[in-house]
Protein backbone atom coordinates (compact mmCIF):
# COMPACT_ATOMS: atom_id res chain seq x y z
CA UNK A 1 0.00 0.00 0.00
CA UNK A 2 2.87 2.57 1.03
CA UNK A 3 4.51 1.45 -2.39
CA UNK A 4 1.39 2.70 -4.36
CA UNK A 5 1.30 5.71 -2.28
CA UNK A 6 4.37 6.94 -3.15
CA UNK A 7 4.22 5.80 -6.99
CA UNK A 8 0.98 7.81 -7.23
CA UNK A 9 2.82 10.82 -5.40
CA UNK A 10 5.65 11.02 -7.66
CA UNK A 11 3.61 10.47 -10.90
CA UNK A 12 4.62 13.62 -13.36
CA UNK A 13 2.01 15.66 -14.37
CA UNK A 14 2.32 14.70 -18.03
CA UNK A 15 1.27 10.86 -16.57
CA UNK A 16 -1.83 9.80 -18.21
CA UNK A 17 -3.51 8.75 -14.81
CA UNK A 18 -2.72 11.66 -13.27
CA UNK A 19 -4.30 14.01 -16.07
CA UNK A 20 -7.20 12.27 -16.19
CA UNK A 21 -7.80 12.59 -12.38
CA UNK A 22 -6.76 16.34 -12.53
CA UNK A 23 -9.44 16.80 -15.53
CA UNK A 24 -12.00 15.67 -12.74
CA UNK A 25 -10.88 17.26 -9.99
CA UNK A 26 -11.22 20.48 -12.00
CA UNK A 27 -14.67 19.86 -13.36
CA UNK A 28 -15.62 19.17 -9.84
CA UNK A 29 -14.46 22.73 -8.98
CA UNK A 30 -16.60 23.79 -11.93
CA UNK A 31 -19.44 22.33 -10.87
CA UNK A 32 -19.04 23.51 -7.23
CA UNK A 33 -20.62 26.80 -7.80
CA UNK A 34 -23.67 25.42 -9.33
CA UNK A 35 -24.26 22.90 -7.19
CA UNK A 36 -24.43 25.74 -4.52
CA UNK A 37 -26.76 27.58 -6.27
CA UNK A 38 -28.83 24.61 -6.85
CA UNK A 39 -28.88 24.25 -10.78
CA UNK A 40 -29.83 21.13 -12.72
CA UNK A 41 -26.14 20.13 -13.21
CA UNK A 42 -23.82 20.22 -10.31
CA UNK A 43 -20.85 18.79 -8.99
CA UNK A 44 -21.05 15.71 -10.32
CA UNK A 45 -22.46 16.15 -13.55
CA UNK A 46 -19.67 18.52 -13.97
CA UNK A 47 -16.74 16.27 -13.21
CA UNK A 48 -18.09 13.58 -15.50
CA UNK A 49 -17.85 15.66 -18.26
CA UNK A 50 -14.55 16.83 -17.54
CA UNK A 51 -13.74 13.39 -17.79
CA UNK A 52 -15.32 12.99 -20.82
CA UNK A 53 -13.80 15.16 -22.47
CA UNK A 54 -9.85 13.97 -21.14
CA UNK A 55 -11.10 10.45 -22.13
CA UNK A 56 -12.11 11.12 -25.87
CA UNK A 57 -8.92 13.29 -25.92
CA UNK A 58 -6.80 10.66 -25.05
CA UNK A 59 -8.53 8.23 -27.53
CA UNK A 60 -7.19 10.87 -30.00
CA UNK A 61 -3.45 9.78 -29.61
CA UNK A 62 -4.63 5.94 -29.19
CA UNK A 63 -7.43 4.81 -31.67
CA UNK A 64 -7.96 6.40 -35.26
CA UNK A 65 -12.23 6.62 -33.64
CA UNK A 66 -10.73 8.94 -31.20
CA UNK A 67 -11.29 12.24 -33.20
CA UNK A 68 -14.84 11.29 -34.12
CA UNK A 69 -15.68 10.73 -30.49
CA UNK A 70 -13.92 13.62 -29.23
CA UNK A 71 -16.74 15.68 -31.63
CA UNK A 72 -19.39 13.34 -30.59
CA UNK A 73 -19.05 14.02 -26.71
CA UNK A 74 -19.08 17.88 -27.83
CA UNK A 75 -22.10 17.76 -29.67
CA UNK A 76 -23.71 15.62 -26.40
CA UNK A 77 -22.68 18.01 -24.23
CA UNK A 78 -24.14 20.74 -26.59
CA UNK A 79 -26.96 19.41 -26.85
CA UNK A 80 -27.45 18.38 -23.30
CA UNK A 81 -26.97 22.31 -22.87
CA UNK A 82 -29.45 23.21 -25.04
CA UNK A 83 -32.10 21.02 -23.83
CA UNK A 84 -31.32 22.95 -20.43
CA UNK A 85 -31.87 26.61 -22.66
CA UNK A 86 -35.29 24.94 -23.35
CA UNK A 87 -36.14 24.20 -19.85
CA UNK A 88 -35.75 27.32 -18.88
CA UNK A 89 -37.17 29.19 -20.95
CA UNK A 90 -40.52 27.37 -20.43
CA UNK A 91 -39.88 27.80 -16.45
CA UNK A 92 -40.40 30.68 -14.26
CA UNK A 93 -37.16 30.86 -13.20
CA UNK A 94 -35.99 32.82 -16.70
CA UNK A 95 -33.44 31.52 -19.07
CA UNK A 96 -30.08 33.41 -18.05
CA UNK A 97 -29.62 30.61 -15.38
CA UNK A 98 -30.16 27.65 -17.37
CA UNK A 99 -27.85 29.21 -20.12
CA UNK A 100 -25.06 29.72 -18.01
CA UNK A 101 -25.22 26.36 -16.47
CA UNK A 102 -25.40 25.15 -20.46
CA UNK A 103 -22.27 26.98 -21.30
CA UNK A 104 -20.39 26.16 -17.94
CA UNK A 105 -20.88 22.13 -18.93
CA UNK A 106 -19.12 23.35 -22.04
CA UNK A 107 -16.00 24.87 -20.98
CA UNK A 108 -16.07 22.00 -18.32
CA UNK A 109 -15.56 19.95 -21.60
CA UNK A 110 -12.90 22.17 -22.74
CA UNK A 111 -11.00 22.31 -19.66
CA UNK A 112 -10.98 18.08 -19.62
CA UNK A 113 -9.51 18.18 -23.35
CA UNK A 114 -7.00 20.41 -22.27
CA UNK A 115 -5.88 18.63 -19.45
CA UNK A 116 -5.95 15.48 -21.53
CA UNK A 117 -3.50 16.83 -24.00
CA UNK A 118 -1.05 18.33 -21.88
CA UNK A 119 -2.16 21.52 -21.66
CA UNK A 120 -2.00 22.02 -17.81
CA UNK A 121 -1.56 25.39 -16.75
CA UNK A 122 -3.81 26.54 -19.56
CA UNK A 123 -6.60 24.02 -18.13
CA UNK A 124 -6.12 24.84 -14.45
CA UNK A 125 -6.37 29.12 -15.77
CA UNK A 126 -10.01 28.23 -17.64
CA UNK A 127 -11.16 26.52 -14.69
CA UNK A 128 -9.81 29.13 -12.39
CA UNK A 129 -11.30 32.06 -14.05
CA UNK A 130 -14.38 29.96 -15.17
CA UNK A 131 -15.14 29.93 -11.42
CA UNK A 132 -14.58 32.95 -10.73
CA UNK A 133 -17.06 34.25 -13.05
CA UNK A 134 -19.62 32.58 -11.56
CA UNK A 135 -18.82 32.84 -8.08
CA UNK A 136 -19.25 37.03 -8.71
CA UNK A 137 -22.04 37.24 -10.64
CA UNK A 138 -23.83 39.93 -8.52
CA UNK A 139 -20.92 42.15 -8.46
CA UNK A 140 -20.35 41.58 -12.88
CA UNK A 141 -23.80 42.36 -13.31
CA UNK A 142 -23.76 45.44 -10.87
CA UNK A 143 -20.63 46.72 -12.34
CA UNK A 144 -22.54 46.57 -15.59
CA UNK A 145 -25.70 48.23 -14.85
CA UNK A 146 -23.77 50.63 -13.20
CA UNK A 147 -21.74 52.06 -16.16
CA UNK A 148 -23.27 54.76 -18.02
CA UNK A 149 -23.21 55.12 -22.09
CA UNK A 150 -20.15 57.15 -22.15
CA UNK A 151 -18.09 55.16 -20.24
CA UNK A 152 -19.52 52.07 -21.77
CA UNK A 153 -18.45 53.10 -24.84
CA UNK A 154 -14.89 53.96 -23.52
CA UNK A 155 -14.10 50.87 -21.98
CA UNK A 156 -14.99 49.00 -25.64
CA UNK A 157 -12.74 51.77 -27.45
CA UNK A 158 -10.34 50.42 -24.81
CA UNK A 159 -10.46 46.60 -25.26
CA UNK A 160 -10.10 47.25 -29.08
CA UNK A 161 -6.79 48.76 -28.73
CA UNK A 162 -5.43 46.49 -26.14
CA UNK A 163 -6.95 42.79 -27.54
CA UNK A 164 -7.25 43.77 -31.50
CA UNK A 165 -4.80 46.03 -32.50
CA UNK A 166 -2.06 45.39 -30.42
CA UNK A 167 -1.81 41.55 -31.79
CA UNK A 168 -1.78 42.78 -35.30
CA UNK A 169 1.76 45.04 -34.78
CA UNK A 170 4.71 43.60 -35.63
CA UNK A 171 7.22 43.12 -33.23
CA UNK A 172 10.48 45.07 -34.84
CA UNK A 173 10.59 47.89 -37.70
CA UNK A 174 13.14 49.58 -38.92
CA UNK A 175 12.81 53.19 -39.74
CA UNK A 176 14.87 54.72 -42.13
CA UNK A 177 15.11 58.73 -42.12
CA UNK A 178 17.90 61.17 -43.71
CA UNK A 179 20.02 57.98 -44.38
CA UNK A 180 19.57 56.72 -40.89
CA UNK A 181 18.02 53.89 -39.35
CA UNK A 182 16.03 54.16 -35.96
CA UNK A 183 14.75 50.68 -34.49
CA UNK A 184 11.51 51.02 -33.50
CA UNK A 185 9.24 47.95 -31.48
CA UNK A 186 5.44 48.41 -32.35
CA UNK A 187 4.25 46.07 -29.92
CA UNK A 188 6.14 47.34 -26.95
CA UNK A 189 5.15 50.97 -28.11
CA UNK A 190 1.72 50.33 -28.64
CA UNK A 191 1.67 48.29 -25.61
CA UNK A 192 3.01 51.32 -23.44
CA UNK A 193 0.12 53.52 -24.09
CA UNK A 194 -2.17 51.11 -23.52
CA UNK A 195 -0.93 50.87 -19.88
CA UNK A 196 -1.06 54.30 -19.72
CA UNK A 197 -4.76 54.69 -21.07
CA UNK A 198 -5.40 51.39 -18.87
CA UNK A 199 -3.89 53.59 -15.35
CA UNK A 200 -6.50 56.54 -17.19
CA UNK A 201 -9.39 53.92 -16.68
CA UNK A 202 -8.69 52.53 -13.41
CA UNK A 203 -8.51 55.75 -11.31
CA UNK A 204 -11.39 57.06 -13.06
CA UNK A 205 -12.86 54.42 -11.75
CA UNK A 206 -11.61 55.32 -8.04
CA UNK A 207 -11.96 58.85 -8.17
CA UNK A 208 -15.78 58.35 -9.32
CA UNK A 209 -16.12 56.43 -5.95
CA UNK A 210 -14.19 57.93 -3.55
CA UNK A 211 -13.81 61.31 -5.05
CA UNK A 212 -15.72 62.97 -2.38
CA UNK A 213 -14.17 61.48 0.79
CA UNK A 214 -11.19 63.65 0.48
CA UNK A 215 -9.18 65.97 -1.69
CA UNK A 216 -6.20 64.01 -1.10
CA UNK A 217 -8.21 61.29 -3.51
CA UNK A 218 -8.81 63.01 -5.52
CA UNK A 219 -5.76 65.06 -5.91
CA UNK A 220 -3.39 62.04 -6.15
CA UNK A 221 -5.85 59.49 -7.97
CA UNK A 222 -7.07 62.16 -10.64
CA UNK A 223 -3.30 63.28 -11.23
CA UNK A 224 -2.58 59.27 -12.26
CA UNK A 225 -5.82 60.09 -14.27
CA UNK A 226 -5.30 63.37 -15.75
CA UNK A 227 -3.46 66.08 -13.57
CA UNK A 228 -4.53 69.11 -16.15
CA UNK A 229 -7.67 67.82 -14.43
CA UNK A 230 -7.15 68.33 -11.01
CA UNK A 231 -6.08 72.25 -11.73
CA UNK A 232 -9.11 72.49 -13.64
CA UNK A 233 -10.91 71.30 -11.00
CA UNK A 234 -8.94 73.32 -8.11
CA UNK A 235 -9.00 76.61 -10.02
CA UNK A 236 -13.14 76.67 -9.94
CA UNK A 237 -12.63 75.13 -6.02
CA UNK A 238 -10.63 78.30 -5.04
CA UNK A 239 -13.08 80.30 -7.35
CA UNK A 240 -16.40 79.15 -5.25
CA UNK A 241 -14.35 78.97 -1.84
CA UNK A 242 -11.59 81.54 -1.84
CA UNK A 243 -10.94 80.13 1.44
CA UNK A 244 -9.79 76.33 0.82
CA UNK A 245 -6.77 77.68 -1.57
CA UNK A 246 -4.48 76.09 0.58
CA UNK A 247 -5.87 72.41 0.14
CA UNK A 248 -6.21 73.12 -3.21
CA UNK A 249 -2.74 73.20 -3.30
CA UNK A 250 -2.11 70.44 -1.48
CA UNK A 251 -4.10 68.73 -4.27
CA UNK A 252 -2.26 70.16 -7.27
CA UNK A 253 1.06 68.57 -5.30
CA UNK A 254 -0.12 65.40 -4.72
CA UNK A 255 -1.39 65.36 -9.00
CA UNK A 256 2.13 66.56 -9.54
CA UNK A 257 3.40 63.42 -7.29
CA UNK A 258 1.14 61.11 -8.71
CA UNK A 259 2.49 61.91 -12.02
CA UNK A 260 5.90 61.48 -11.20
CA UNK A 261 5.07 58.62 -9.73
CA UNK A 262 3.35 57.26 -13.05
CA UNK A 263 6.47 57.92 -14.59
CA UNK A 264 8.48 56.05 -11.89
CA UNK A 265 6.38 53.04 -12.83
CA UNK A 266 6.75 53.44 -16.62
CA UNK A 267 10.27 53.67 -16.17
CA UNK A 268 11.29 50.80 -13.70
CA UNK A 269 8.11 48.78 -15.39
CA UNK A 270 9.15 48.85 -18.66
CA UNK A 271 12.77 47.95 -18.09
CA UNK A 272 12.10 44.64 -16.34
CA UNK A 273 12.24 41.35 -17.83
CA UNK A 274 13.92 42.70 -21.04
CA UNK A 275 17.47 42.39 -22.33
CA UNK A 276 18.99 45.61 -20.68
CA UNK A 277 19.57 46.61 -16.94
CA UNK A 278 16.30 47.82 -14.80
CA UNK A 279 16.45 51.37 -14.85
CA UNK A 280 17.10 51.98 -11.12
CA UNK A 281 18.86 55.33 -12.06
CA UNK A 282 14.72 57.05 -11.90
CA UNK A 283 14.09 55.98 -8.52
CA UNK A 284 16.03 58.10 -6.60
CA UNK A 285 15.18 61.81 -8.94
CA UNK A 286 11.96 60.73 -9.44
CA UNK A 287 11.82 59.94 -5.68
CA UNK A 288 12.54 63.23 -4.26
CA UNK A 289 9.53 64.58 -6.54
CA UNK A 290 7.77 62.32 -4.71
CA UNK A 291 8.71 62.56 -1.67
CA UNK A 292 9.08 66.48 -1.70
CA UNK A 293 5.01 66.78 -2.97
CA UNK A 294 4.06 65.18 -0.36
CA UNK A 295 5.95 66.56 2.57
CA UNK A 296 4.44 69.87 1.84
CA UNK A 297 1.14 68.81 1.19
CA UNK A 298 1.10 67.38 4.17
CA UNK A 299 2.36 70.77 5.56
CA UNK A 300 0.24 73.39 3.88
CA UNK A 301 -3.04 71.46 4.59
CA UNK A 302 -5.02 69.45 7.45
CA UNK A 303 -7.07 67.63 4.77
CA UNK A 304 -10.52 67.96 6.47
CA UNK A 305 -11.45 69.86 2.89
CA UNK A 306 -13.09 67.23 0.96
CA UNK A 307 -13.16 68.50 -2.86
CA UNK A 308 -14.63 66.28 -5.59
CA UNK A 309 -13.20 66.18 -8.51
CA UNK A 310 -15.39 64.85 -11.90
CA UNK A 311 -13.13 63.56 -14.84
CA UNK A 312 -14.35 63.42 -18.12
CA UNK A 313 -14.71 60.04 -20.21
CA UNK A 314 -12.07 57.92 -18.86
CA UNK A 315 -10.58 56.66 -22.55
CA UNK A 316 -11.72 57.75 -25.78
CA UNK A 317 -10.13 56.43 -29.44
CA UNK A 318 -9.05 60.47 -30.18
CA UNK A 319 -7.33 60.79 -27.23
CA UNK A 320 -5.28 57.13 -27.60
CA UNK A 321 -4.45 58.19 -30.87
CA UNK A 322 -3.37 61.66 -29.98
CA UNK A 323 -1.18 59.89 -27.09
CA UNK A 324 0.07 57.73 -29.33
CA UNK A 325 1.31 60.17 -32.52
CA UNK A 326 2.77 62.36 -30.02
CA UNK A 327 4.94 59.75 -28.60
CA UNK A 328 5.78 58.77 -32.09
CA UNK A 329 6.73 61.91 -32.81
CA UNK A 330 8.60 62.37 -29.79
CA UNK A 331 10.76 59.16 -30.40
CA UNK A 332 11.38 59.65 -34.20
CA UNK A 333 12.66 63.64 -33.59
CA UNK A 334 14.22 62.30 -30.24
CA UNK A 335 16.49 59.85 -31.97
CA UNK A 336 17.07 62.11 -35.02
CA UNK A 337 18.28 65.32 -32.27
CA UNK A 338 20.70 62.31 -30.45
CA UNK A 339 21.73 61.78 -34.20
CA UNK A 340 22.62 65.08 -35.07
CA UNK A 341 23.49 67.09 -31.71
CA UNK A 342 24.07 63.95 -29.47
CA UNK A 343 22.30 63.90 -26.14
CA UNK A 344 21.65 67.39 -25.46
CA UNK A 345 19.18 67.17 -28.92
CA UNK A 346 17.05 64.33 -26.95
CA UNK A 347 16.70 66.40 -23.31
CA UNK A 348 15.32 69.50 -25.37
CA UNK A 349 12.95 67.40 -27.27
CA UNK A 350 12.00 65.73 -23.78
CA UNK A 351 11.22 69.41 -22.05
CA UNK A 352 9.38 70.54 -25.24
CA UNK A 353 7.20 67.08 -25.13
CA UNK A 354 6.89 67.39 -21.57
CA UNK A 355 4.23 70.52 -22.31
CA UNK A 356 2.49 67.80 -23.74
CA UNK A 357 2.26 64.74 -22.01
CA UNK A 358 5.38 63.49 -19.44
CA UNK A 359 4.08 59.80 -20.18
CA UNK A 360 4.95 60.42 -23.51
CA UNK A 361 8.02 61.84 -23.53
CA UNK A 362 9.15 58.72 -20.29
CA UNK A 363 8.11 56.07 -22.72
CA UNK A 364 10.02 57.43 -25.33
CA UNK A 365 12.94 57.68 -23.04
CA UNK A 366 12.41 53.79 -22.16
CA UNK A 367 12.13 52.87 -25.61
CA UNK A 368 15.03 54.28 -26.59
CA UNK A 369 17.44 53.03 -23.23
CA UNK A 370 15.60 49.82 -24.19
CA UNK A 371 17.13 49.68 -27.57
CA UNK A 372 20.73 50.98 -26.48
CA UNK A 373 20.57 54.28 -28.33
CA UNK A 374 20.23 55.75 -24.41
CA UNK A 375 22.47 54.93 -21.08
CA UNK A 376 20.34 54.36 -17.94
CA UNK A 377 21.80 58.14 -16.78
CA UNK A 378 20.37 59.87 -19.63
CA UNK A 379 17.32 58.15 -19.70
CA UNK A 380 16.80 59.48 -16.07
CA UNK A 381 17.72 63.00 -16.99
CA UNK A 382 15.21 63.08 -20.17
CA UNK A 383 12.24 61.44 -18.17
CA UNK A 384 12.83 64.13 -15.29
CA UNK A 385 13.16 67.02 -17.42
CA UNK A 386 10.08 65.64 -18.77
CA UNK A 387 8.30 65.76 -15.30
CA UNK A 388 9.67 69.17 -14.42
CA UNK A 389 7.86 70.43 -17.80
CA UNK A 390 4.78 69.06 -16.90
CA UNK A 391 5.05 70.80 -13.10
CA UNK A 392 6.05 73.85 -15.13
CA UNK A 393 2.65 73.45 -16.91
CA UNK A 394 0.36 73.42 -14.36
CA UNK A 395 2.14 76.36 -12.67
CA UNK A 396 1.06 77.95 -15.45
CA UNK A 397 -2.18 77.26 -15.13
CA UNK A 398 -2.61 77.89 -12.06
CA UNK A 399 -1.58 81.64 -12.36
CA UNK A 400 -4.69 82.00 -14.09
CA UNK A 401 -6.64 82.43 -11.05
CA UNK A 402 -7.91 85.26 -9.89
CA UNK A 403 -7.12 84.29 -6.22
CA UNK A 404 -3.32 85.85 -5.96
CA UNK A 405 -3.06 83.25 -2.78
CA UNK A 406 -3.74 80.17 -4.71
CA UNK A 407 -1.44 81.55 -7.58
CA UNK A 408 1.56 82.66 -5.39
CA UNK A 409 1.47 79.07 -3.13
CA UNK A 410 0.87 77.01 -6.51
CA UNK A 411 3.86 78.72 -7.91
CA UNK A 412 6.20 78.50 -4.66
CA UNK A 413 5.79 74.75 -3.72
CA UNK A 414 5.98 73.91 -7.58
CA UNK A 415 9.43 75.62 -7.11
CA UNK A 416 10.43 73.71 -4.24
CA UNK A 417 9.49 70.22 -6.59
CA UNK A 418 11.61 71.91 -9.76
CA UNK A 419 14.70 72.78 -7.04
CA UNK A 420 14.56 69.31 -5.57
CA UNK A 421 14.33 67.97 -9.20
CA UNK A 422 17.35 69.99 -10.49
CA UNK A 423 19.31 68.69 -7.46
CA UNK A 424 18.47 64.94 -8.30
CA UNK A 425 19.89 65.57 -12.03
CA UNK A 426 23.01 67.15 -10.57
CA UNK A 427 23.43 64.17 -8.44
CA UNK A 428 22.94 61.84 -11.09
CA UNK A 429 25.31 64.18 -13.60
CA UNK A 430 28.21 64.04 -11.13
Known amino acids: MNEVTLQIADAPLDETVVRIA ?30 LGAVFTLLVFETEIGEALLVLGGLLVIVQGVLLAIQGLLSDDGAGLSLTTSVSMLVAYGVGTLVAAGFIIEGVTVAVLSSLLLVLKRELHEFAWGLTHE ?29 LVIPL ?8 VVAVAGIGIANY ?30 LDH ?9 YAVAAIL ?59 SPF ?9 AVFLVVLVFGSLAESWFGTLGFYATAVASGFVSS ?7 VVLYRGGQLGPAEATIAILLATVSSIVVKTVLAATSSNSRFRNQVAVYSGLLLVGGALATVAIVI
Do not use: C, H
Not at 164 to 172: A, D, K, M, Q, R
Not at 215 to 231: E, K, N, P, Q, R
Not at 316 to 324: D, E, H, P, V
Open 22 to 51: LAGALGMFLGLEREWSQKSAGIRTFSLISL
Open 151 to 179: EMRSTTEFAILAFVIYPLLPPEVALEFGG
Open 185 to 192: EPQVIWLM
Open 205 to 234: AIVSTYGGRGIAVTGFFGGLASSTAVVGTM
Open 238 to 246: VRQRPEAAS
Open 254 to 312: LANAAMAARNLAIAVGFTMGGGTALLLEAIVPLGAVILTAFAVAAWTADWRESGPIELE
Open 316 to 324: SMKNALAFG
Open 359 to 365: AGATTSA
